[in-house]
């Protein structure tokens, strides 16, 4: 079995690399060798390698400057899946892709006005131009009718690349006082469980004697997430609370103030609540969600503590 893997240089893909491995022959071209704005070039690849199966965590995941580089967001986002899922579907190849809470407008609640997760079901309205190519993606690969899976998730960290943990960690190393928005809810989600997530999910395709009926059973789209709910600003807190004890700070951990969302204007709108619900993906993989602390935990246990000097 071979797998054709995107965007191993970023978070999700560099944690699904090893996860892969230990099912099939991944071949995990960078941008240098596979650049998703070339769609031919993405169309000979596939042709070439004829993978049994694409996972495809690459994405233009720039959510402010996608505002103004629309044309290239719509083209990696859109574009490159919808090629990826025709060619998957010529070769009766499965396509795995990622997706996003941005595809949501952020307003569902409850009867008595608390936030509710979404579902999968529920009605999309993106807010930004980031989540209306990713949703536009979502909608190009449903439309070919390939073997698919499409997991949509939120606020994504790892130690490996951009994300709010690493700028967290480095404003708590500079700053005494750092201004975080706390009224944005949503799940951290630790690149490194989403991958071994996914990896469990694909061991029962691989298992299986039928990969026809196990797509039958399967193909669709699904929330996948960790549990509880948070805020940013309680995120960079428990972020600091862990580096402190770990001292990997060097310094005293900085004082946390939240502020609302417009008080730290973006170019790109985000949505006030970003929970997914979840119940889908756990029933039908039978998958444990741990908590998001718990992740944070298990992510954070490779930070190196900062040496210690005799003053
Ligand atoms: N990050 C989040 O908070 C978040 C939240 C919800 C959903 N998601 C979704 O989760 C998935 C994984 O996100 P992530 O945080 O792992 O993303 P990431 O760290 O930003 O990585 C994106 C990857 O896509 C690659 N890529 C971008 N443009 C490319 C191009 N033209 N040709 C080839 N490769 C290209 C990047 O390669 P280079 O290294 O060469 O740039 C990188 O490997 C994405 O589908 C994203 O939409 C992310």
Same mark, same amino acid.
């Given at each position: 079995?071979?797998?054709?893997?995107?965007?191993?240089?970023?978070?999700?893909?560099?944690?699904?690399?090893?996860?892969?491995?230990?099912?099939?022959?991944?071949?995990?071209?960078?941008?240098?060798?596979?650049?998703?704005?070339?769609?031919?070039?993405?169309?000979?690849?596939?042709?070439?390698?004829?993978?049994?199966?694409?996972?495809?965590?690459?994405?233009?995941?720039?959510?402010?400057?996608?505002?103004?580089?629309?044309?290239?967001?719509?083209?990696?986002?859109?574009?490159?899946?919808?090629?990826?899922?025709?060619?998957?579907?010529?070769?009766?190849?499965?396509?795995?892709? $990622?997706?996003?809470?941005?595809?949501?407008?952020?307003?569902?609640?409850?009867?008595?006005?608390?936030?509710?997760?979404?579902?999968?079901?529920?009605?999309?309205?993106?807010?930004?131009?980031?989540?209306?190519?990713?949703?536009?993606?979502?909608?190009?690969?449903?439309?070919?009718?390939?073997?698919?899976?499409?997991?949509?998730?939120?606020?994504?960290?790892?130690?490996?690349?951009?994300?709010?943990?690493?700028?967290?960690?480095?404003?708590?190393?500079?700053?005494?006082?750092?201004?975080?928005?706390?009224?944005?809810?949503?799940?951290?989600?630790?690149?490194?469980?989403?991958?071994?997530?996914?990896?469990?999910?694909?061991?029962?395709?691989?298992?299986?004697?039928?990969?026809?009926?196990?797509?039958?059973?399967?193909?669709?789209?699904?929330?996948?997430?960790?549990?509880?709910?948070?805020?940013?600003?309680?995120?960079?807190?428990?972020?600091?609370?862990?580096?402190?004890?770990?001292?990997?700070?060097?310094?005293?951990?900085?004082?946390?103030?939240?502020?609302?969302?417009?008080? $730290?204007?973006?170019?790109?709108?985000?949505?006030?609540?970003?929970?997914?619900?979840?119940?889908?993906?756990?029933?039908?993989?039978?998958?444990?969600? +741990?908590?998001?602390?718990?992740?944070?935990?298990?992510?954070?246990?490779?930070?190196?503590?900062? +040496?210690?000097?005799?003053?």
């Amino acid at each position: 079995m071979k797998i054709l893997l995107t965007g191993s240089s970023g978070q999700l893909g560099n944690a699904l690399l090893p996860q892969l491995s230990k099912l099939a022959t991944v071949y995990a071209p960078l941008r240098q060798e596979l650049d998703l704005a070339n769609p031919a070039q993405l169309r000979r690849c596939i042709q070439d390698f004829k993978p049994d199966l694409i996972i495809n965590p690459a994405a233009y995941t720039a959510v402010d400057l996608a505002e103004t580089e629309k044309e290239l967001a719509h083209t990696i986002n859109v574009d490159a899946p919808a090629c990826m899922a025709e060619e998957a579907h010529k070769l009766g190849a499965g396509l795995v892709h $990622y997706s996003t809470d941005y595809v949501f407008d952020g307003e569902k609640r409850d009867a008595q006005g608390d936030w509710q997760a979404y579902l999968e079901s529920d009605a999309t309205n993106p807010q930004n131009v980031y989540g209306q190519t990713k949703l536009a993606g979502e909608l190009a690969i449903a439309a070919t009718a390939c073997r698919h899976l499409i997991l949509r998730t939120s606020w994504v960290y790892s130690l490996h690349g951009k994300n709010f943990l690493l700028t967290m960690l480095k404003l708590a190393r500079e700053r005494e006082h750092l201004r975080v928005v706390n009224d944005q809810w949503g799940v951290p989600n630790s690149a490194a469980w989403l991958a071994q997530a996914t990896g469990d999910i694909l061991a029962s395709l691989f298992k299986t004697e039928d990969p026809t009926d196990w797509w039958q059973s399967n193909a669709g789209t699904y929330h996948l997430s960790a549990g509880g709910k948070t805020n940013w600003c309680e995120f960079a807190a428990a972020i600091i609370a862990i580096a402190g004890q770990q001292n990997s700070l060097g310094k005293t951990a900085p004082a946390l103030q939240g502020i609302a969302s417009s008080e $730290y204007p973006t170019a790109a709108r985000r949505p006030k609540n970003s929970m997914l619900n979840t119940q889908k993906i756990q029933t039908q993989f039978q998958l444990h969600m +741990p908590d998001w602390q718990t992740c944070l935990q298990q992510c954070m246990q490779e930070l190196q503590p900062l +040496p210690h000097f005799e003053s």
